[in-house]
C-alpha cells in the first residue's frame, strides 16, 4: 500500500494551508463572536477552486479527486471551520449532487457559477420533525401543470441566508412513503420563500444556519432533480460524499487544536522547565497525535474508496463517527494543556472545542453512523 501523497496533493494542501493562515485566521476571533459568515473569505475560496474542487472541469470545477479534497478541507478546518461547512456543503452536498443527478440544463444553469464561487448553495432536507428520520418529510410538492407548488418548513440550514441555489427534499407522494420524496433545485427571491432568522449557535459561529419557510413556491418542473420519487436516494447517496467532508472536518479541527497544544507546550513553562517536558504532558500529546493519525487514515480512506467508484457508505461513516470523536477528545484536552488560557478566546482552543462539538451531529448523529456501520457489518 502507498500511503504517500501525490505532488498534486501536496500543492491543494499547501495552498489550502497558506490560504487559511493568511486570510482565514486575521478576524476569526471577531467572525466567531459577532457571528459573522465570512463573505469576502468565501469569494477568494471560489476564486481559488476551493468551492468546487471535484466538479468537471467542463463545468468550471477543478476536476480534482476527493484526497485533494479532503487535504484542502484539513487546513482549512484547522483555522476557521465556519468557513469549512460552507465549503463542504458547496461541494460534498450541493455540487456533487447536481453534477452526478442534474439535467445538461441544471449543471449549465446552476453547477457552473456554483462550482466557482460566484454563488453558493444549500442543501435542505432536515425539518423539525424530520432531522435524522429523512423518511419523515412534511415539505410538500404538488404538481400543478408545469410547476409543482411546495410548502413546508426545513431548519438548520447551512448558507440559509448566503446561498443563491438550494436543494429541497419533499415529499411529492406521501401515500409511497419514502419512495415518494423528491428533490428540487429552488432559487433564492421566488415567491413565498422566506428565509427565517439566523441561529444564535454554540460553535460555528460565523457559519449562516437558518429555517426556510415556503409557502406555495411555484417550482418549474424542470427543476426537479431526476424522476419523482427519487429524493430519497438522492438524499442518501448525497450525504454519503457529505460524511467525508464533514470527517475531514472534524479532523482538521483536531489537528488544528493539537498544534496549538503542541507549540504552546514547548513555550510554557512550569517548574523551571517547559511544560512539554514533563511527562504528565507528553502523554497528553501522544494520545492526541495517535488518535488524529488515526481518524486521518480512516478520512483518507474513504475519500480514496470514492475515487476508485468503490462501495465508500460504510468508510464514511467510520470515518465521520471517529474523527467527530476524536475532534471532541483531542480540543478537550488542548483546552487542559493551555489551562487557564486554554479558556481565553486569544488562545483559540476554546472556539475549536466548540466548534468540535457540531460534527458529532449534522451530517446525522454519531448514533445514526452507527446505524450505518452496523448495518454493514451484518449485511
Request: contains cysteine; aromatic residues 8%; neutral net charge.
Given at each position: 500500500m502507498n500511503f504517500d501523497y501525490t505532488e498534486e496533493h501536496l500543492a491543494v494542501r499547501d495552498a489550502a494551508r497558506e490560504f487559511a493562515q493568511t486570510e482565514?485566521?486575521?478576524?476569526?476571533?471577531?467572525?466567531?463572536?459577532?457571528?459573522k459568515f465570512p463573505h469576502e473569505q468565501i469569494k477568494k475560496m471560489g476564486e481559488l477552486g476551493f468551492m468546487g474542487m471535484m466538479v468537471d472541469p467542463k463545468y468550471n470545477g477543478g476536476g480534482m479527486d476527493t484526497v485533494s479534497y479532503v487535504l484542502a478541507m484539513e487546513e482549512i478546518s484547522?483555522?476557521?471551520?465556519?468557513?469549512?461547512?460552507?465549503?463542504?456543503?458547496?461541494?460534498?452536498?450541493?455540487?456533487?449532487?447536481?453534477?452526478k443527478y442534474g439535467t445538461e440544463a441544471q449543471k449549465e444553469k446552476y453547477l457552473k457559477p456554483l462550482a466557482t464561487g460566484e454563488i453558493i448553495g444549500a442543501f435542505c432536507l432536515s425539518e423539525p420533525e424530520a432531522g435524522s428520520d429523512a423518511t419523515s418529510q412534511k415539505t410538500e410538492a404538488v404538481k400543478d401543470g408545469d410547476h409543482y407548488i411546495l410548502n413546508g418548513t426545513k431548519n438548520w440550514i447551512t448558507n440559509g441566508s448566503t446561498a443563491s441555489v438550494y436543494l429541497v427534499i419533499a415529499q411529492t407522494d406521501p401515500a409511497k412513503g419514502h419512495k415518494g420524496i423528491s428533490a428540487f433545485i429552488v432559487e433564492k427571491g421566488w415567491d413565498?420563500?422566506?428565509?427565517?432568522?439566523?441561529?444564535?449557535?454554540?460553535?460555528?459561529?460565523?457559519?449562516?444556519?437558518?429555517?426556510?419557510?415556503?409557502?406555495?413556491?411555484?417550482?418549474?418542473?424542470?427543476?426537479?432533480?431526476?424522476?419523482?420519487?427519487?429524493?430519497?436516494?438522492?438524499?442518501?447517496?448525497?450525504?454519503?460524499?457529505?460524511?467525508?467532508?464533514?470527517?475531514?472536518?472534524?479532523?482538521?479541527?483536531a489537528?488544528?487544536?493539537?498544534?496549538?497544544?503542541?507549540?504552546?507546550?514547548?513555550?510554557?513553562?512550569?517548574?523551571?522547565?517547559?511544560?512539554?517536558?514533563?511527562?504528565?504532558?507528553?502523554?497528553?500529546?501522544?494520545?492526541?497525535?495517535t488518535s488524529i493519525e488515526a481518524a486521518r487514515l480512516l478520512v483518507i480512506k474513504s475519500a480514496w474508496l470514492k475515487d476508485q467508484g468503490k462501495d465508500y457508505s460504510h468508510a464514511s461513516a467510520m470515518a465521520k463517527l471517529y474523527a467527530s470523536q476524536v475532534a471532541m477528545e483531542v480540543t478537550v484536552e488542548a483546552v487542559?494543556?493551555?489551562?487557564?488560557?486554554?479558556?481565553?478566546?486569544?488562545?483559540?482552543?476554546?472556539?475549536?472545542?466548540?466548534?468540535?462539538?457540531?460534527?458529532?451531529?449534522?451530517?446525522?448523529?454519531?448514533?445514526?453512523?452507527?446505524?450505518?456501520?452496523?448495518?454493514?457489518?451484518?449485511?
Open positions: 482565514l485566521l486575521p478576524g476569526v476571533i471577531d467572525r466567531d463572536t459577532e457571528a484547522k483555522i476557521d471551520a465556519s468557513a469549512s461547512v460552507s465549503m463542504s456543503v458547496n461541494n460534498s452536498l450541493v455540487c456533487w449532487g447536481l453534477e413565498g420563500f422566506v428565509i427565517g432568522k439566523k441561529e444564535d449557535k454554540l460553535g460555528i459561529r460565523g457559519s449562516d444556519t437558518h429555517s426556510l419557510m415556503f409557502t406555495d413556491v411555484k417550482v418549474p418542473v424542470e427543476n426537479r432533480i431526476g424522476e419523482e420519487g427519487f429524493g430519497f436516494n438522492f438524499a442518501m447517496e448525497t450525504l454519503n460524499g457529505g460524511r467525508i467532508g464533514i470527517a475531514a472536518q472534524a479532523l482538521g479541527i489537528s488544528g487544536a493539537y498544534e496549538l497544544a503542541l507549540a504552546y507546550s514547548k513555550e510554557r513553562k512550569a517548574f523551571g522547565k517547559p511544560i512539554s517536558q514533563h511527562q504528565a504532558i507528553q502523554f497528553k500529546l501522544a494520545d492526541m497525535a487542559q494543556v493551555h489551562g487557564g488560557y486554554g479558556y481565553v478566546k486569544e488562545y483559540h482552543v476554546e472556539r475549536l472545542m466548540r466548534d468540535a462539538k457540531i460534527t458529532q451531529i449534522y451530517e446525522g448523529t454519531s448514533e445514526i453512523q452507527k446505524i450505518v456501520i452496523s448495518r454493514g457489518i451484518l449485511r
